[in-house]
């Protein structure tokens, strides 16, 4: 990759990466399902070190995943937390969302069918995804008494591409999602967040290059 789309990729996958502190303990995980199943795996790994006694896995079939995986992205996600040890009773599926509002809402609308009390999440997101998760919480999960955090699969942007995630896939949806931070709130999805000149420059850098494949 040319030397400068490097740079700007890595200041826009920093600008969506906001985890800087160690998850504290919470009433429930809430693992927002994707491609990325290392998301699944960071989500189970905070569940086997005792930092919540319930994990939730929300996730239809996105795009990106109806035809990789063989069913919704919750049962595939769910399916890899009990294979490293949490148990079935400690995990609630809700399949049906297909964006990160639906995560929000639906996961919500489970909670309470099940009347499950939850007072503090861990959210769990692939780590370009994080500052829109942040957001999309902030605007949408009802009520303002729920603490959060969040966090992911703990990579910075060289080591997280992979034959799974590949480098112009991921690129061209952190620069989407760039646009969609700037132009959601206004449409009532999540609340604003400031965007630093640089980054944004970054951003429309790459879309110049080529990577325009995921804008709203």
């Not at 509002?101 to 499950?116: A, C, H, K, M, P």
Request: aromatic share 10%; net charge negative; hydrophobic share 40%.
């Amino acid at each position: 990759m040319d030397p400068q789309a490097l740079r700007d990729a890595t200041a826009v996958y920093n600008y969506h990466r906001m985890s800087t502190t160690p998850p504290r303990p919470a009433d429930a995980i809430f693992c927002l399902c994707s491609l990325d199943t290392r998301v699944a795996i960071r989500a189970s790994e905070l569940y086997l070190a005792g930092l919540a006694p319930l994990v939730i896995f929300s996730g239809g079939s996105g795009k990106l995943t109806v035809d990789r995986f063989d069913g919704p992205e919750a049962e595939v996600f769910a399916a890899i937390a009990r294979d490293m040890g949490v148990p079935s009773g400690a995990i609630l599926v809700e399949p049906a969302s297909t964006n990160t509002g639906e995560n929000v809402r639906f996961t919500f609308d489970l909670l309470s069918r099940r009347q499950i009390n939850v007072k503090s999440f861990i959210l769990v997101q692939k780590p370009y995804m994080e500052r829109r998760t942040y957001a999309t919480f902030k605007k949408q999960w009802p009520g303002s008494d729920v603490e959060f955090s969040v966090t992911s699969p703990q990579y910075d942007f060289p080591e997280y591409c992979d034959d799974q995630n590949p480098q112009d896939l991921i690129i061209n949806i952190m620069v989407g999602d760039l646009i969609r931070i700037r132009e959601y709130p206004k449409k009532g999805f999540q609340i604003e967040q400031g965007i630093p000149s640089e980054v944004w420059d970054a951003g429309q850098r790459l879309i110049a290059a080529g990577f325009n494949g995921h804008l709203p």
